[in-house]
């Protein structure tokens, strides 16, 4: 019996990709605050765990900060009108088809606005996502970390899973719940178009 090939490398590649992942986001950080942007290169590891301190710790603001934006976004997509459609079928689940809110648009005007309305009465001023770079990220990766992690075990404890190796790093990786879904405010939110397009496009502006 042929056995099946895994991508990215099996176990290793999963390994070393979940690694890489984490260690590029920090790297890029280090290098805009110490390079202005080139290649950062510190003097001794020393120095290297003395600018990650003074750089990219977490703090009580960031960790509020980002986790406001996360709950935010969630509510706006439950919440705010859109046209829906469905998805189309998925064999693995009796060809199920999922409905899909497509509020993304009114979502960024909202948040827009909000924005625009806390800078302006002093609320919270924009300059602190760029004040609290190192430390926003450092709580993202955490909290994404975290989330992964939920995600995961959840779906293997209430038999949710799909394409499982049983290896159990590369499976993680992979990951094994196909439409990861939670109920807010009576309305279901797709996790993967929150993280993958709500959450990290609206960053990107």
């Not at 290098?31 to 600018?51: A, D, R």
């Not at 779906?155 to 159990?168: L, N, V, Y």
């Not at 499976?171 to 309305?187: A, E, H, T, Y």
Request: charged content about 15%; aromatic content about 14%; proline content about 5%.
């Amino acid at each position: 019996m042929r056995r099946e090939e895994k991508e990215f490398g099996g176990t290793p590649g999963a390994i070393g990709l979940i690694i890489f992942s984490h260690f590029v986001p920090f790297y890029l950080a280090l290098s805009l605050q110490y390079s202005s942007g080139g290649l950062y290169y510190p003097s001794s590891f020393n120095t290297l765990l003395q600018n990650f301190k003074e750089t990219c710790l977490p703090t009580w603001s960031a960790f509020f900060l980002y986790t406001g934006f996360c709950l935010l976004q969630l509510i706006f997509a439950a919440i705010l009108p859109g046209p829906e459609v469905k998805g189309l079928p998925v064999p693995t689940e009796n060809n199920r088809q999922y409905t899909y809110k497509c509020n993304a648009l009114a979502s960024w005007y909202a948040t827009l606005l909000l924005v625009a309305i806390l800078h302006l009465t002093g609320i919270i001023r924009l300059t602190i996502l760029a004040d609290q770079f190192g430390s926003v990220l450092c709580v993202a990766v955490i909290c994404s970390d975290i989330l992964s992690v939920i995600i995961h075990f959840y779906a293997i404890h209430t038999k949710q899973t799909c394409r499982m190796t049983h290896s159990p790093i590369y499976d993680f990786f992979m990951g094994v719940w196909l439409n990861p879904r939670i109920k807010i405010l009576g309305q279901e939110v797709d996790l993967k178009m929150l993280a993958e397009v709500r959450l990290s496009w609206l960053l990107l502006f």
